[in-house]
């Protein structure tokens, strides 16, 4: 059973080191890639402030209204995004905070000088000059505006980007461990092979060979060989109580047959002493009796001769 349900324990451990590895790996690729889309999110806010910026200006220098077509494309896409990009960091509150503040920023901008300098240009020739317009620019308000909102953003990125690195490393470390722990599984495999063959050896190899060793010892003449281990219940426990069992009745009936032929031989011994002892006593009687008639025979010849 130990042969059998290590080796599926040890495949069980691994498929679990694995999947728990490769689900951690996948949940922080996950991650990195969502920071990847959080960070390209943020560049596309900033180069939509960028173009209501140039925008502006490029309507506060010439006055065509065609400038205020990437003014307004920028307006709207920087407003979605930050929306949008808020509901991606969700779950960071502070992140979600910065955000909020830059919105805050970039909306006050657009109310207190993009709004005002581009009503300011459409009365440029007929209640304003445009040293008007200059005296506003040099002011130079815009640019604290959009320095406060780039300095919230760059925090923004700052902080994700530092999130990323941690997820990266990890990443790096969910899969060193990975790799630690299977070569630490299959060491261990080793080591219990290793256990397991010495085991076997111990348990089935020697007791397999001493068993093969008295069989060829008792089919050399040696009946009284027998099969010496400690009691075990498996397959070689019984062909050894087998064994033992046999060669005990083979050995029994050899000294049986042993027993009925010296018996045989005694009495054969005894039958020829009582043979012999009769042909001695008919010999004797022979004599004994050949004696008289010959006595007898002489007598009777010489009585045949006086006649």
Not at 47 to 70: A, H, I, N, Q
Not at 105 to 112: D, G, L, V
Not at 185 to 191: G, K, L, M, Q, Y
Not at 209 to 214: A, F, L, R, S, Y
């Amino acid at each position: 059973m130990l042969g059998i349900g290590a080796p599926i324990l040890i495949f069980i451990m691994l498929g679990i080191i694995v999947l728990n590895g490769i689900s951690l790996m996948v949940k922080t690729d996950e991650s990195v890639a969502h920071t990847h889309e959080v960070l390209t999110q943020s560049s596309n806010i900033m180069k939509s402030m960028v173009d209501m910026e140039t925008g502006m200006r490029g309507y506060l220098l010439s006055g065509s209204e065609v400038f205020l077509e990437p003014y307004q494309s920028g307006e709207r896409n920087t407003f979605r995004g930050i929306t949008l990009l808020q509901e991606l960091v969700s779950d960071n509150p502070p992140q979600v905070e910065l955000l909020e503040e830059a919105w805050e920023i970039i909306r006050s901008w657009e109310t207190e000088v993009a709004m005002p300098n581009i009503q300011l240009r459409g009365e440029i020739g007929l209640t304003r000059t445009m040293d008007d317009l200059a005296e506003v620019v040099r002011e130079g308000r815009g640019k604290q505006y959009f320095d406060q909102a780039r300095v919230l953003m760059n925090r923004f990125d700052a902080e994700e980007n530092r999130l990323m690195a941690i997820r990266v490393e990890e990443n790096e470390g969910t899969i060193d461990a990975l790799y630690i722990s299977i070569l630490s599984v299959f060491a261990f495999v080793v080591v219990l092979s290793i256990s397991l063959a010495l085991t076997i050896s111990g348990n089935i190899a020697n007791p397999l060979i001493m068993v093969t060793q008295v069989m060829h010892r008792f089919a050399g003449g040696d009946t009284r060989a027998r099969i010496s281990i400690k009691p075990r219940t498996d397959e070689i426990g019984i062909l050894a109580q087998t064994f033992n069992l046999l060669a005990q009745q083979l050995s029994d009936k050899e000294l049986q047959l042993l027993e009925e032929i010296k018996e045989r031989k005694e009495a054969e011994v005894i039958a020829t002493q009582a043979n012999q002892a009769k042909s001695s006593f008919l010999a004797a009687m022979s004599h004994e009796i050949r004696t008289p008639l010959n006595g007898v025979l002489g007598v009777a010849e010489l009585m045949l001769k006086t006649d």
